[in-house]
């Protein structure tokens, strides 16, 4: 038990935690750096979150980069060898009031969306004031107060209070969000959606309808136009009297080509988001073959997530939330990236003949137990 906890204090990690303490032994964070334009605030976006995630191609995106990485289990290992040693318990749910995947889930979406993502400490170890465990901001809640030269930001302002940095843990991209950088393919897409569902409500082709005998009262006009409309819902035969001619005065929706400009932007959001155009069901570019499902997903993990990956795991590695000896990871080994079980036996059987590793450092890659990670 002694030693136990002496291995514990060489970490920096310990179980007890107390409310956020005056006088931190460690700063939270030194200012970090405007990387891009510094008016970034909500209101100089010409698309909003919002309105993105009407695209289903923006959604499927979406869900594919956070729902697979908010699903990876974070852990904690030592820098020199790499070995896999004891974790905090934040690590396992950061937030108190939500589970962990759903903290990963929207910090990777702030990262999409706004290339910015914000954890607010909430508890501090009592032992170094390192933090012990963290809530997620939304961004449309954060205003950054930036330095005189508007180079730095200096402090935070979360719903008109000001936060003092110390308490603040910034995420920052490795790209500009796709609400600045895309903002163009967006609204396009957007408003590509807005036509379809008008084009969809619309029983007919938009036209007008002509009167050739006495002009009718502007309320006999809107009556006539809503009868028109409750009549071509309910059956595609349309009568007129004698005095009114239907001209039609715009092309159909399969004139309109909408099926082929939502595959067109689909590819193009595929870009924006560093998705294989195939998995946004996009027709264009839909040549991309692999030789099994595991190759596919390290495409996946090395030209999709590993910035959003690198982001997170080099923050949360940094000396103010983790012992300088120690560097926190996803386990994309025993989760996403998990080898085929008769390959993975196939190599443990080769070590094992050539002696590189010993029968219970076998169980304990196979997770066996008593002998395995989590073994009694």
Known sequence: MVWFNMIQLGMGIFTRSESKSKGPSVL???????????????QFYDVTRQSAMTVPSVVRARNLIAGTIAAMPLELYRKTSGQEIQKPLWLDQIALNQTKSVTIAYT?????????????????????NRPARFEWIANHRVTPQFSIDNNLITGYFIDAAFQDISDMVTFQSLNDGILASGSLVLQAAIDL????????????ASGYIKNTGADLDPKEVRGLLDAWKTARNNRST??????????????????????EAKQDYATQIARLCNLDAYMLSADANNSMTYSNLLDARKQFVSLTLQPFISAIEERL???????NNNLVHFNLESSFLRANPLDELAVIEKLLSLGLITLEQAMEMTDLTPNGKDGL
Request: no cysteine; proline share 6%; aromatic share 14%.
């Open 108 to 128: 990777v979406d702030s990262l999409l969306f706004y290339g910015v993502s914000y954890w607010r400490v909430t508890e501090r170890y009592q032992e170094d």
């Open 317 to 323: 590695s940094m000396n103010d939330i983790t012992a």
């Open 238 to 259: 349309a009568y007129l009297t004698s005095t009114l001619e239907y001209t039609p005065a715009s092309f159909s929706p399969k004139e309109m080509l909408y099926n």
């Open 193 to 204: 959606e807005k036509s379809s569902k008008i084009a969809a409500s619309t029983p007919m």
């Open 28 to 42: 939270a964070e030194y200012a970090p750096q405007v990387l891009s334009n510094p008016f970034t605030s909500l």
